[in-house]
């Protein structure tokens, strides 16, 4: 009897390469997994990825192909890609009776269900609104219940791997890393429990996780200055963090970033969830553990730390997405 196909889009990201590592280790998945540079179709072979497919969510011509087979779905894709994400799941809605289970990644507080964020009562400062990067995450939700299907989310917090990547430069030349959030706690989660708790949810199926909405966080909330030093104790070196004023984070990184670092620095991310525990049976991995041993993909992540990063310093990376639209 053959195994069901799953399909794992953004497979070559962080979570998508510890995703594809899981369910290759599970061996109850046939792996269907998506790349958009066939150069990484051989790394995504060997994390153990039975198919790879080209999969682009600006190109539909790709889609028909990468869902051929398929009855459960990992769908994860980065802001700018909301547009094509929006019109993919209008696609999945047509294949209903196909799709039995879609597995999405989103962000905790995306809707009023799991954790209620309002404006009024948790920004940090007068006038700072619901952050749009939230409301994306929520239209993502959303566009795949709209169409009918078995839907879980995973609401994750802030993820670790992305707190420090536009500060390598000077964490390694100079000790030190600068952002905004300070002294406010958040508990910071790391990709490969995000991964897990994927793996495990896909596995157990929609009978047990359909129309669930699961928050996903780390072990404990940690400062800046907390971060600092698991960094520096991983590095075996000291590491400094400096405060940055908001208003030069939004100069470097444009305004609908510095609206979610408004939304980390009120204190709406402090809490720990149980949910992954309640999936996986296991705490999650603090920040140092994650710097410092490796996932299922092989690697530790001290050593992601300096791979690709979507922000860069002087440039808007949310500029075109701040313009979509809610389907």
Request: aromatic content about 10%; proline content about 3%; hydrophobic content about 40%.
């Amino acid at each position: 009897m053959s195994k069901p196909i799953v399909l794992i889009t953004s497979a070559t990201g962080r979570i998508g390469r510890e995703l594809v590592a899981r369910l290759a280790q599970g061996q109850q998945f046939t792996v269907r997994a998506c790349y958009f540079s066939e150069s990484k179709a051989e790394q995504l072979k060997a994390l153990g990825a039975d198919e790879t497919v080209k999969f682009d969510l600006s190109d539909p011509a790709t889609w028909a192909a990468a869902l051929e087979g398929v009855s459960a779905v990992y769908s994860a894709s980065l802001d700018p890609m909301l547009d094509g994400h929006l019109n993919f799941c209008r696609a999945l809605g047509e294949r209903k009776k196909q799709i039995k289970h879609v597995v999405r990644v989103s962000c905790m507080g995306a809707d009023t269900n799991t954790a209620d964020y309002d404006a009024g009562t948790h920004a940090s400062r007068a006038g700072a609104g619901i952050p749009l990067m939230l409301q994306h995450y929520w239209w993502g939700e959303k566009a795949l219940i709209d169409a009918g299907l078995n839907v879980t989310a995973l609401r994750n917090n802030f993820f670790m791997n992305h707190l420090l990547k536009t500060d390598c430069e000077t964490i390694e030349n100079e000790g030190w890393f600068s952002n905004p959030l300070g002294g406010m706690r958040n508990s910071f989660v790391a990709t490969r429990d995000i991964a897990e708790a994927a793996a495990v949810v896909l596995a157990e199926g929609p009978e047990r996780h359909g129309n669930k909405f699961y928050d996903i966080t780390g072990p404990a909330p940690q400062s800046m200055a907390e971060i600092a030093a698991d960094l520096g104790r991983a590095m075996g070196r000291e590491i400094e963090y400096r405060a940055q004023p908001m208003e030069q984070f939004e100069a470097d990184f444009g305004a609908t970033r510095a609206e979610f670092f408004e939304y980390l620095t009120n204190g709406f991310y402090t809490r720990c969830s149980p949910d992954f525990y309640n999936i996986t049976g296991h705490k999650p991995t603090s920040y140092y553990d994650y710097l410092t041993t490796k996932g299922a993909s092989g690697e530790t992540g001290l050593e992601e730390l300096w791979q690709g990063n979507l922000w860069k310093k002087g440039v808007d990376a949310m500029k075109d997405a701040a313009g979509a639209k809610a389907s």
